[in-house]
Structures are given as C-alpha cells and as structure tokens.
C-alpha cells in the first residue's frame, strides 16, 4: 500500500507560479511510477504529468507542455510539479497518484493510490 500527500496549492494570479509537492510513503513505494492529475468543477480527472517507475523518463499533457516541469528528489518519496506562467483555465483540484511500474498516465483508471487533493487557483 502507498500513502500520498499533496501540499503546496493556493491561489495566483494569471502568469504566477506554484510548486506542488507530492510525499508518497509505504514500504513498496520504490515499485510505482507517480503522476499529477486535475480535476475542476463538473470535469473529469485529467492527467497533467508524471514520472515513470524507474525515474527516467516524464510525460506531460499538451496543455501544460513548456509550462509545468515534475521532478523527484532523486528518491521516489518525493515528487514535485513546479507549474509556471499559470492561467486560470488551470484552476483545479491537483491529486498525485500511483500506479505500480507505471509507464502509461494518461488514464487515471489506471491509477492504484490518490492522495486526497490540493487546490490550485488561478485569477485573471
């Protein structure tokens, strides 16, 4: 079982930044791959980035590519997305979640774990 944290959200005004922090415990944690996810009001779950289970390689969505960077403290407990040039079509519930020896994202079906959420808010 993998436990994960969301921290970091808050609101911003269009064209700042916020940097997202995800801390996944549980004593296989080493086997998942961890992904960003977003959800607005009356929208489904939509993938936003992820780094895959071994660490070597990202996937991001079109529409936060050349914005948004996920990265991991070289240790696969610790997960961030530091998300630039916002705007306030971004505006969601960001969740990280994991997926064991995960290398596809892009369905949040997929996913094993959630963590519970943070709100990412972004004003014109």
């Known amino acids: 079982q993998v436990q994960l944290e969301e921290s970091g959200g808050g609101l911003v005004q269009a064209g700042g930044s916020l940097k997202l922090s995800c801390a996944a415990s549980?004593?296989?944690?080493?086997?998942?791959?961890i992904g960003w996810y977003r959800q607005a009001p009356g929208k489904e779950r939509e993938f936003v980035a992820a780094?895959?289970?071994?660490?070597?390689?990202?996937d991001y969505a079109d529409s936060v590519k050349g914005r948004f960077t996920i990265s991991s403290d070289n240790s696969p407990t610790s997960v961030s997305l530091q998300m630039n040039s916002l705007k306030p079509e971004d505006t969601a519930v960001y969740f990280c979640?994991?997926?064991?020896?995960?290398?596809?994202?892009?369905?949040?079906?997929?996913?094993?774990?959630w963590g519970r959420g943070t709100q990412v808010t972004v004003s014109s």
């Open positions: 979640g994991a997926e064991f020896r995960g290398t596809y994202f892009y369905v949040p079906q997929r996913i094993d774990y």
């Open positions: 780094i895959h289970w071994g660490g070597g390689t990202t």
């Open positions: 549980g004593p296989r944690v080493g086997d998942y791959g």
